[in-house]
């Protein structure tokens, strides 16, 4: 390719650059609605004819460029992408890191201030083996190799992952027949390792378990990980491998262009060959701006509790009871950080953005989680929370090319067992990508493996004292729930998808996630974000770009500021 010309010309006209074949030269002036187009020549120009603007950036598409002509004198520059992917959830972020395998041009687009923001960061954090879905469907297509993708994923990508196991509870002979039932289907749907088990079976595996259990289906393939930290690992690994992430963008509108797709974003576009809808709880709508619809997401809530550490043990598995017509029952969990958490609830809402959590949901899953062990306490729960579920009306993933846009393709209606089944998916929907585009070159550089997270908690004490000589941060406990230190603070919001809110923090390395929820370190851990960052304090936000923590300073700031010189030197 060589440069054309757009510049300013005899007349004074607003003109810029743009890419045109290597044997073309050629020139385009603008004048309010107008645009004279002028004749390629192989020295030089000679006008032709005048033509609207819309035109124009036909002409200038045909060459490929990445430079826009819009009515008036005003240029603007759109960047062109092989491929956008909308949505930085465990979708989004998988499919990104897949396709990042090969030499394309991909943009992730989030509308959030943050990657694994919306259902990804707010779900029972299950790999599920795989016998729940029904056969033929797209769930049980990729759930069970989902699954197995999961233990060198996350060694590659360093994130917390165990393989547990899952048990189906039964409390009677009718419920014997169910966990038949799902034995079966988890024979079709290629799940290994699975057994029909007694009671006496069950309470060796979890001796907490209630007397009232008559049998069990024990999947030992199902594990437990943390998807948000997954996520972001994902994201960190794309962008690492030449992926470009935008925030705080969100897709307001796509015009089908000729070859391409143009997004349109609050205050910016791109343009890209190829469209990935992984947009969640709002993907109907995302596909509603290139296609007629085809599927409606009906968003339901699930509300969860989650208990301190000091539970221990108090379940090793993954512990379900038989699944009904709303989902897989309330059940309860260990989590990859040591904490026990119980949920959900099932509530079918209208508001995609409801995650309050309720005194009825909550009073649910207590009564319902009873029935499969006595002596959770409810003085150790130190948080609720609520997530939504992408559910879809089709009853099932929707995963495919688009019949009406050619070119984009759907990745909605991503509810349980979504996390489990992400990895499979990505790697389908990267073959769709690549028989469209006949499959590109493969990324000879591409590193699957991530940089190393240090989870000083977990070192041993020959190793911490170590790190502490190396960087001496690291010797600065900021949150004392969790053990996280000052130098994995830091770490985490330089890194390439870095911390940018107190909440980006805490879903990298958990200062806030302990008994005190942040009511000791929170302080902390703004006036580090203030200072990598180089921002004011007040500035520093909890979450989103409006979610402002702090008004202003208090009339007297001498005590706090000689309270807070003490608590420095005596690292509290």
């Not at 045109?20 to 050629?26: M, R």
């Not at 049980?140 to 060694?155: H, I, T």
Request: negative net charge; aromatic residues 8%; contains cysteine.
């Amino acid at each position: 390719m060589a440069y054309g010309v757009i510049g300013v010309d005899w007349c004074g006209f607003i003109l810029s650059e743009f890419l045109v074949p290597e044997t073309s030269y050629c020139c385009i002036m603008i004048q309010q609605d107008i645009c004279f187009q002028y004749k390629t020549l192989e020295r030089g120009v000679a006008v032709t004819t005048a033509i609207d603007s819309n035109a124009v950036v036909e002409q200038i598409d045909k060459y490929h460029t990445a430079i826009r002509c819009y009515k008036g004198t005003n240029m603007r520059r759109i960047e062109m992408y092989d491929i956008a992917v909308i949505g930085a959830g465990i979708s989004g972020c998988s499919i990104a890191r897949e396709l990042s395998k090969y030499n394309v041009r991909i943009l992730l687009i989030e509308k959030n201030s943050d990657v694994a923001d919306g259902t990804t960061k707010a779900n029972s954090a299950i790999v599920h083996a795989g016998y729940d879905a029904k056969p033929g469907t797209l769930k049980a297509r990729f759930n069970a190799p989902g699954a197995m993708m999961y233990e060198k994923l996350c060694s590659e990508l360093d994130v917390p992952y165990k393989k547990t196991g899952s048990l189906v509870l039964a409390f009677s002979p009718e419920e014997m027949k169910t966990i038949h039932k799902l034995f079966e289907q988890g024979i079709s749907n290629g799940v290994p390792d699975m057994e029909i088990i007694g009671k006496d079976e069950v309470h060796e595996i979890d001796a907490n378990l209630s007397d009232e259990v008559v049998g069990a289906l024990y999947a030992r393939n199902a594990g437990i990980v943390s998807p948000w930290e997954l996520a972001i690992a994902l994201a960190e690994n794309a962008v690492e491998n030449g992926v470009e992430l935008l925030l705080d963008s969100e897709v307001t509108g796509i015009e089908k262009m000729n070859g391409f797709y143009r997004l349109h974003m609050k205050d910016k576009s791109a343009e890209a060959r190829f469209v990935i809808n992984c947009a969640g709880l709002y993907s109907d709508k995302i596909n509603e701006m290139v296609a007629a619809p085809s599927f409606k997401i009906l968003p339901r809530r699930g509300q969860y509790n989650v208990f301190d550490k000091s539970l221990g043990d108090f379940v090793k598995t993954v512990v379900f009871q038989c699944p009904s017509d709303v989902g897989k029952g309330v059940l309860i969990s260990p989590t990859v950080h040591g904490n026990i958490f119980i949920g959900p609830d099932a509530e079918d809402i209208e508001d995609r953005e409801s995650v309050q959590t309720t005194m009825e949901g909550i009073s649910f899953i207590w009564e319902a989680s009873a029935r499969s062990a006595k002596g959770l306490k409810p003085n150790a729960v130190i948080t609720a929370f609520a997530g939504i579920r992408a559910r879809s009306s089709t009853d099932d993933f929707v995963i495919g090319k688009s019949k009406d846009a050619k070119g984009f393709i759907n990745v909605a209606g991503i509810e349980s067992p979504g996390l489990s089944a992400a990895p499979a998916i990505a790697v389908y929907v990267a073959d769709i990508v690549k028989e469209l585009m006949g499959q590109p070159e493969v990324n000879a550089g591409f590193n699957p493996v991530r940089r190393k997270v240090i989870r000083f908690a977990e070192l041993s004490e020959e190793d911490k004292n170590e790190l502490i000589k190396q960087n001496p941060r690291y010797g600065r406990i900021i949150c004392r729930c969790e053990g996280v230190t000052e130098g994995e603070i830091v770490d985490a919001i330089h890194r390439k998808v870095g911390a940018r809110s107190l909440d980006g923090v805490k879903k990298r390395v958990r200062p806030g996630s302990g008994r005190c929820q942040g009511g000791f370190c929170g302080p902390r851990v703004m006036e580090i974000l203030a200072r990598e960052l180089g921002i004011d304090i007040k500035d520093v936000v909890k979450n989103s770009p409006k979610s402002y923590i702090l008004a202003g300073e208090t009339k007297d700031n001498s005590l706090y500021e000689d309270v807070h010189d003490v608590g420095r030197d005596c690292n509290v």
